[in-house]
């Protein structure tokens, strides 16, 4: 495991390092954060998990969930064990639900292929799914102490402010000034508290807006502060237009409980439980129901923003006498009583219909 940072003896102070990384760990030893609940791990797998829920995800909001999500699956094996609707229910809410997908197909690959331990090799760690160079890299230095270098978004702005890299991270040539950067900073010794530093330093001080750069540690050499440019660096991703694209769901309710579908595991919400999305309601309802008696009513549309594109949601509410038992016995459709344990995972804006929905006299009467 990663070296314990260094405690400052009382009536002792010590001058400030020049060198980069030196710099960077003494201010940890005094203002980095050292209490999250993965930092106590004796093996690598919770700072793995910790690793995938911290992507594009901030910390206050994963630690409800990373505390819940080790308590039901402590190994991988326990993970990889799971059927993948009780992985994504454990994920609902948290966003980017092929990082899920992803972790439950590697914990797979590491009970079989591996004896249930996490690798420590970062050409392994490197080939499981849902891990790029810079999580392998994070890991293994938190985890085992190995030198790797880390360039996830909080390093990036660092790394591009310090050195004044100009261009967006996106584009190859920058990154690979990042990496270049990443390589020769990250020092031979103490590399995992050097790694929870810089990715500290990125969350705590040199944030996107307001960074606090009085009390940054490298704040002597900055380039881009020296210059007065600190908040242009890294480089914005051109803008573009997202498109908007329009889909049609059917909330079908019968008998207190909505009708929900089992999405295919590819495409957005793989694998999640959602209201079905049709291109003809009335044609949908006259295969699935049969000759059962329904009436429609149209609901404001919904908006929901993904990072490529905006998903406007069409919702028609579908009453109907009675369930049907030709669409209640697919493995892939239930009937669902709001209240009750999901089937698995729900993306947000279903869920947020489901909750109106659960508003309704046909629902609650129901309850």
């Known amino acids: 495991m990663r070296s ?13 390092p020049t060198d980069f990384a030196a710099r960077v760990l003494h201010w940890y030893d005094g203002h980095g954060r050292k209490d999250l609940p993965w930092q106590d791990a004796d093996d690598a797998y919770p700072i793995w998990i910790s690793e995938i829920m911290l992507q594009q995800t901030q910390v206050q909001t994963v630690i ?23 992985v994504l229910q454990s994920w609902s809410g948290l966003g980017y639900y092929a990082r899920a997908r992803n972790l439950h197909h590697a914990a797979e690959i590491i009970r079989d292929e591996h004896q ?26 938190l985890a085992f102490g190995q030198r790797h270098p880390i360039l996830d978004g909080n390093v990036k702005r660092v790394l591009a402010r310090h050195a004044a890299v100009e261009g967006w991270p996106g584009k190859t040539a920058v990154a690979k ?17 050097y790694t929870q530093a810089m990715m500290d330093l990125g969350a705590t001080l040199c944030t996107r807006s307001r960074p606090v750069c009085a009390t940054c540690p490298v704040n002597g050499d900055c380039i881009a502060l020296s210059r007065g440019e600190v908040e242009r660096f890294p480089g914005r991703k051109p803008k573009k237009e997202k498109p908007l694209r329009e889909t049609t769901m059917v909330l079908a309710v019968a008998d207190g ?3 929900l579908e089992r999405r295919p595991v590819s495409g957005i919400w793989g694998g999640l439980w959602s209201f079905p999305e049709v291109s003809d309601v009335v044609d949908w309802c006259a295969q699935m129901f049969q000759a059962a008696s329904f009436e429609t009513e149209s609901w404001d549309r919904l908006r929901h923003s993904f990072s490529h594109y905006d998903l406007d949601i069409a919702p028609v509410i579908v009453r109907i006498d009675a369930v049907s038992s030709k669409v209640a016995d697919y493995d892939d459709s239930t009937w669902y009583r709001p209240g009750d344990a999901p089937p698995g995972g729900i993306a947000a804006p279903v869920m947020r219909l489901i909750e109106t929905l659960s508003n309704t006299d046909e629902l609650r009467n129901h309850g």
């Open 4 to 16: 314990i940072a260094s405690k400052r003896l009382p009536g002792i102070t010590r001058p400030m």
């Open 64 to 86: 409800p969930y990373y505390t819940r999500f080790m308590h039901r699956f402590p190994d991988a094996v326990s993970l990889a064990d799971a059927a993948l609707d009780e």
């Open 177 to 193: 000034q990042l990496w270049e950067l990443a390589e020769t900073r990250t020092p031979a010794e103490r590399v995992g508290d």
């Open 116 to 141: 249930g331990r996490f690798p420590s090799s970062i050409e392994s760690v490197s080939e499981l799914p849902g891990i790029g160079r810079s999580t392998a890299g994070a890991i293994l230095a």
């Open 257 to 259: 409980a909505v009708y």
